[in-house]
């Protein structure tokens, strides 16, 4: 009868340590799953602020080519308007000239 009972005993006692033996295993495994969680996080957060840092400094940028496109535009409307106005000057020359040249014709 006390043999039967030791028997019960160990074999309680077996299954309670390889039930303890599997916590412990899955403790760790969960351990090592949180320290891997923890360095994604890590790496993440890392790259998401170097990601915002790179942003303002496209966004710097962009500002800065928008102010040089505004006053490369505003030169290139002056160029324009200068180009016109020598147009129209060549044009009234050349008006004058060919008027001069019909009245020397005419008095010919």
Avoid: H, P, W
């Avoid at 039967?4 to 799953?33: A, G, P, T, W």
């Avoid at 016109?84 to 060549?90: G, M, P, R, S």
Wanted: net charge positive.
């Amino acid at each position: 009868m006390y043999g039967r009972i030791d028997r019960k005993i160990m074999n309680k006692k077996s299954e309670l340590i390889s039930d303890c033996d599997n916590y412990v295993s899955q403790i760790e495994i969960r351990s090592q799953s949180l320290v891997q969680e923890q360095y994604t996080k890590a790496t993440l957060s890392t790259m998401m602020e170097k990601m915002k840092s790179d942003i303002n400094k496209i966004k710097k940028e962009i500002t800065y080519f928008e102010f040089e496109n505004g006053r490369v535009n505003k030169s290139y409307e002056k160029e324009k308007f200068i180009k016109t106005a020598i147009k129209e000057k060549v044009n009234q020359l050349f008006s004058k000239e060919k008027k001069m040249e019909l009245v020397i014709l005419t008095k010919l």
